[in-house]
Structures are given as C-alpha cells and as structure tokens.
C-alpha cells in the first residue's frame, strides 16, 4: 500500500513537472550529431538539460531543433533514471548523483566536438541539477553560458501540495523507497540539506553566465520567484516583463517561441536577433 502511494505520488509529479502533454518520442531531428564540428561563430556545443521526469527527446522536440538551425551542436541526455521509468523518465535520481552523469555528458562532448566549453541550457529540474554540477562538480569551469527556464532554484510548494507530498514521503519504510525510486522528488521539497547546498553562499559561482527565465503563470514551480537568481552577475527575465501576451505556465515554455528566442540571445548577446513578442497562451 505505502509503495502504492508513492508511486501515484511520483507519477503525478512526473506528469505534472516534465512532459508537455504535446510531446512525443520524436526522432532528434539534426541534434545529438556526434560528427558535428563547431562553427567559429558558435564555438560552444550546446547541452540540454530536461526537467524531471523528462527525457533526451520530450523536452527538447521544440527547442533543440531551433538551436541546431542557428548553427550550434546540440546534445542532449536522459540523466538520473531509476527503476520506476528506467530511460523513459529521468531526473528521478539524487539531483547530487545526476549532477555526475551530467559532467561525465558534458565532458563526452567537450572531446567529441574539441571544444574547451560548452553551454548547458535547461529546464525545470534541468536549471536546478546543473547549477548544483556549476557549484560543486566542477562545470564551472567548463561551462559558459547557463540559461534555464522554468527555473527552480529554491524547490517548490507544489502550488499548495507540499505539505501533503512531505507527509506521504515520511510515512515509516516510505523514505527508504522514496530515495530509490525519486530521490530528486524529496530534495525538492523544502528544507532539505539539497536546497539548502545549493543555497549556502548564492547558487551562482563565478565562471559561467548565468540566465534565468520564469513566468508568472508558472503553477509548478510555486512561488515562480524559486526561479529568481538575484545575484551579481545573473540576469533574470520575467516573460511577461518581456511579452505581456505571453501566458506560458511551466511546462508550456518546453515549446514557447518566446523562450526559444530569449535562450538564442542569452548565447549569443552580440549576434542573436532581438526577441520579438509573440502571444503565445497555454497556461500549462
């Protein structure tokens, strides 16, 4: 029965954080090209990074294949599985375990491609794992520019349902299975010593650049402001400062063209165009 509610639990987290209920197991279209060879003028491969529960394809069907038409590499990986959704649901880990997959990733494409750094963008679990990697994993001096959406920094209320997520995880031998099947999901859930790492001294480190963008009508990551950096040297973007006709909740910035635009000018500020508001409304 306790195993019976956290796996409801975890599946509705996974439902809910990572897969837009667009996405499909859509073939990578021109990214994860392990022949591809960096262009003088985008010299940094970019690394995409998915939310939880997310994998190399659900997020990024959108997203990657932009990139890789503004002339980048592009890879992405599935990071963290664990028994409940093996490689077709990741980020269930310890963020601090998938914070090592993710610099073994990282380095795999600093050889195949030659380059000396790389760009890490992601969403979700994707901008909180990766900032712990920058921090404490070493990326910080193998990353340039670190661009999140549907940023989560400082966990989550889960709109309201935190309190009751944290009661079912403390339930007697609930813990214990909870760390094997989603450990990611109780270092998200407030205080924990995850967050309170990542927090000690500023999330960011110096080094890499470091972009953050959130919505207002964000209802996953709640507040929305768990996603602000605040901090020297961090840029922070509100869409709706940006677009006003922009009403993206969380999952839904996955295939945002706002976003999509803000990532190209976060990479590349001298060159990229300037983002254009487009209305754009799926509140999920």
């Given at each position: 029965?306790?195993?019976?509610?956290?796996?409801?639990?975890?599946?509705?987290?996974?439902?809910?954080?990572?897969?837009?209920?667009?996405?499909?197991?859509?073939?990578?279209?021109?990214?994860?090209?392990?022949?591809?060879?960096?262009?003088?003028?985008?010299?940094?491969?970019?690394?995409l990074v998915h939310g939880l529960g997310g994998n190399a394809?659900?997020?990024?069907?959108?997203?990657?294949?932009?990139?890789?038409?503004?002339?980048?590499?592009?890879?992405?990986?599935?990071?963290?599985?664990?028994?409940?959704?093996?490689?077709?649901?990741?980020?269930?880990?310890?963020?601090?375990k998938s914070a090592v997959e993710l610099g073994a990733f990282v380095d795999?494409?600093?050889?195949?491609?030659?380059?000396?750094?790389?760009?890490?963008?992601?969403?979700?679990?994707?901008?909180?794992?990766?900032?712990?990697?920058?921090?404490?994993?070493?990326g910080a001096e193998k990353v340039k520019h670190f661009v999140g959406f549907g940023s989560n920094f400082k966990g989550t209320s889960l709109n309201g349902f935190s309190e009751l997520a944290k009661a079912v995880l403390s339930l007697p031998g609930i813990d214990l299975l909870a760390d094997g099947v989603c450990g990611a999901c109780r270092e998200y859930l407030a205080p924990s010593a995850f967050l309170d790492d990542l927090a000690r001294g500023g999330v960011s480190v110096p080094g890499p650049m470091y972009t953050s963008i959130v919505s207002r009508h964000d209802?996953?990551?709640?507040?929305?402001?768990?996603?602000?950096?605040?901090?020297?040297?961090?840029?922070?973007?509100?869409?709706?400062?940006r677009c006003g006709a922009d009403v993206s909740g969380h999952l839904s910035q996955a295939i945002d063209p706002n976003v999509t635009s803000l990532i190209l000018k976060a990479l590349d500020p001298e060159g990229a165009p300037a983002p254009k508001c487009v209305p754009f409304f799926a509140p999920l």
């Open positions: 029965m306790r195993a019976r509610i956290l796996t409801t639990l975890v599946a509705a987290l996974t439902f809910t954080i990572a897969v837009p209920a667009v996405a499909s197991a859509a073939p990578s279209s021109g990214w994860n090209d392990w022949s591809c060879e960096p262009s003088a003028s985008h010299p940094e491969p970019v690394v394809t659900t997020n990024w069907f959108h997203h990657a294949p932009k990139l890789k038409d503004a002339g980048y590499c592009v890879y992405s990986l599935t990071y963290g599985s664990t028994v409940l959704g093996g490689q077709l649901f990741g980020g269930l880990a310890s963020m601090r795999r494409v600093r050889t195949s491609t030659g380059a000396d750094k790389v760009d890490i963008v992601g969403h979700s679990e994707g901008t909180t794992m990766p900032a712990y990697y920058l921090k404490f994993e070493g209802r996953v990551v709640t507040p929305y402001t768990s996603g602000v950096l605040d901090e020297p040297g961090t840029t922070d973007i509100v869409l709706q400062d």
